[in-house]
């Protein structure tokens, strides 16, 4: 009945506390199996929540069906982690049936999570942090790719005087 109102069949996991998750993946059986009225799903949409109620999406995709194996992974991957308790694949069906033996949830491998505007990692945001940005801003200092993370307060992918100025008002 889900399926036929909503449009797509979902599984639903506890992983039991709020974890930093980047990776998800969907083990469906493929068109090696379309004889029968199997393939793989036409999409996989992976949702995140907190708390069982407000769910986020966190991406989508369009496995590529192969009917040389019977089973294959259909993968999410993030950029950047998020935040979940309770994951939500829902996948819509391509054929008669959607067969899924396996789902996996990943933890995040990021070992540190960046504080925006602490460029010197001292856990603090302070005038260090203002005269590095500044003097990025300038050309007179290069940024590492982490340090550039944390420098990058409105996150356009350019180290400006907006950065540095954020970072003073900190």
Do not use: M
Request: glycine share 4%; net charge negative.
């Amino acid at each position: 009945p889900d399926y036929t109102a909503d449009g797509y069949a979902t599984i639903t996991v506890d992983l039991g506390a709020v974890y930093s998750v980047d990776k998800f993946v969907a083990q469906v059986a493929s068109a090696f199996n379309s004889n029968v009225g199997i393939c793989a799903p036409a999409s996989l949409s992976v949702y995140v929540s907190t708390d069982n109620s407000t769910w986020v999406e966190a991406g989508t995709v369009v496995p590529t069906d192969d009917s040389t194996v019977s089973v294959i992974a259909a993968t999410v991957e993030l950029n950047k982690s998020v935040e979940a308790r309770y994951v939500q694949f829902r996948l819509v069906a391509s054929a008669s049936w959607i067969f899924v033996s396996e789902v996996e949830v990943y933890e995040s491998t990021e070992s540190e999570k960046a504080v925006v505007g602490d460029v010197n990692f001292d856990s603090l945001v302070d005038s260090i942090d203002y005269i590095i940005v500044k003097r990025a801003c300038f050309g007179t200092y290069s940024l590492s790719s982490e340090e550039w993370a944390a420098a990058d307060i409105n996150e356009d992918d350019d180290i400006t005087s907006i950065d540095y100025l954020c970072i003073k008002r900190i």
